[in-house]
């Protein structure tokens, strides 16, 4: 419909525009860091005194800088394209979850882990490790006073397709069909200052990028399932 191509050309020049800005921060925070590196090391022993103020500034750089590469992932997620390689879904999980270790202890959230595939995925793996842990890391927000992460895998066939799900359910907060309906628009968020609303919409470009699809389940006040589909690797 005229709608829809509107809505997909503005995007597409919302997406350039994004790129150019994304490109053009990326050479300031390169020199902050070099400046902070040599500011750090002139004040030799003195450094320590401003310990503090010094691995503030580290953090905030790499949080503008994780900000842009998101914004860069999603506006020209093309130049992104890594190795596609084959994996067991239940060894990329396995490495997902050291990463959100200290979420999850802070959370008092448990895991469980429901291993059935027996199928590889064809995926580049950092862009497999990056859907899944933004999966993990939305089920662990959706979960302020604890609960239990469910991660599973299986074997699916869906069209006549061979392939594998990799589900993330969480016992947390939970989506209104309103929320349901725009979780994988592009800058869509209902959490103020840790939001970017690009974990979604990225991650159904790297999924359906690779022949696969992503979709959830929520019950408003009981918890939320995202599935991730994903054919067989040949
Ligand atoms: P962000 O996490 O930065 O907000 P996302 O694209 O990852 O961006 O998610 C968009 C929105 O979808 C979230 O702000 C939240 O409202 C909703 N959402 C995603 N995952 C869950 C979940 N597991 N439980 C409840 N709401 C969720």
């Not at 953090?59 to 997620?77: D, G, H, N, W, Y």
Request: proline residues 3%; neutral net charge; contains cysteine.
């Amino acid at each position: 419909t005229t709608r829809q191509l509107i809505m997909s050309e503005k995007l597409a020049a919302i997406g350039e525009i994004t790129a150019g800005v994304a490109h053009e921060i990326n050479n300031p925070i390169a020199v902050m860091q070099g400046n902070l590196e040599v500011i750090r090391n002139a004040m030799g022993r003195k450094a320590e005194l401003a310990k503090t103020e010094f691995r503030l500034l580290d953090e905030q750089i790499m949080r503008i800088s994780q900000i842009v590469t998101k914004l860069l992932q999603f506006a020209k997620p093309e130049e992104y394209a890594g190795y596609v390689e084959r994996h067991s879904p239940d060894d990329v999980i396995g490495d997902c979850l050291p990463l959100v270790q200290h979420l999850l202890n802070k959370a008092r959230i448990a895991v469980i882990r429901e291993s059935a595939a027996t199928r590889l995925v064809a995926m580049n793996r950092t862009e497999l490790q990056q859907v899944l842990v933004n999966l993990l890391v939305n089920a662990i927000q959706a979960m302020p006073d604890g609960g239990q992460v469910t991660l599973g895998t299986r074997d699916e066939d869906r069209d006549g397709s061979r392939g594998i799900a990799v589900t993330v359910a969480d016992t947390g907060l939970g989506m209104s069909e309103e929320v349901m309906a725009r979780v994988f628009d592009p800058f869509f968020t209902t959490k103020r200052r840790e939001g970017t609303g690009l974990g979604l919409s990225i991650s159904q470009k790297l999924v359906t990028r690779q022949g696969g699809k992503i979709s959830a389940v929520s019950e408003a006040g009981k918890g939320t399932v995202f599935t991730v589909w994903l054919p067989e690797a040949e």
